[in-house]
């Protein structure tokens, strides 16, 4: 897989940036009710953009956002939609130039502490027509938001890792070996529908 110039120089960016930066965005409330704990995340920061400086140029949050069709792939629309808003489980990223959502992540949260964060959609922009420029950082923002799901598996004491069930298509998972993923373990009580990965807390 070739180099991808915005993806690695956010990797460069944040690894000279303490982990601690992401991790106190992360604000994670756990009540109990009567259908069991009720675990919800927030999450509202600004970051900078890799080497331009000056005022910040994203913001990530899980405020619920809207999802244009012609900015992201129904399939992804459909997932993220689906992922419950009102805990926390959308994560997305804005561009607060031009006020639109360049990336999003969505992910379950089992409640066993046992079973791992498991990531159900990680969406980049698929504007028709759209320059080559606006994936490459549509894909960095994607990585970008898994670092805020490696942080939310390391407060809920998951170990700081994250799953994802892909479909198992040479496409899809070249993109997820670019953005880290390897082969996960088998999960007790947990059966893929397609190809089970894991990306470690290092990345």
Known sequence: MPSDPPLDRLRSQL?????????????????????????????DHRLHEPGRGGRAA????????FLPRAHFD?????IV???????????YAIELSSQEVIAVLSYHLHDSPGRPLLIT????????????????????????LKQYAHAISEHTKRGGYVDMDAANRPDVIAVLRQLGFRDAPRVSGFSPSGRHLRQDASG
């Not at 959609?121 to 970008?144: C, F, H």
């Open 15 to 43: 690894s000279a940036q303490e982990p601690a930066t992401i991790q106190g965005a992360v604000t994670i409330k756990t009540s109990g009710t009567a259908y069991g704990e009720r675990t919800v995340v927030r999450i």
């Open 58 to 65: 994203f913001r990530i949050t899980t405020r619920e956002q």
């Open 74 to 78: 129904r399939s992804v629309r459909e």
């Open 81 to 91: 939609n689906r992922a419950a808003a009102e805990r926390g489980r959308r994560i």
């Open 121 to 144: 959609a990680l969406g980049t922009r698929a504007d028709v027509n759209a320059a080559s420029s606006l994936y490459a950082r549509s894909l960095a923002l994607v990585w970008l």
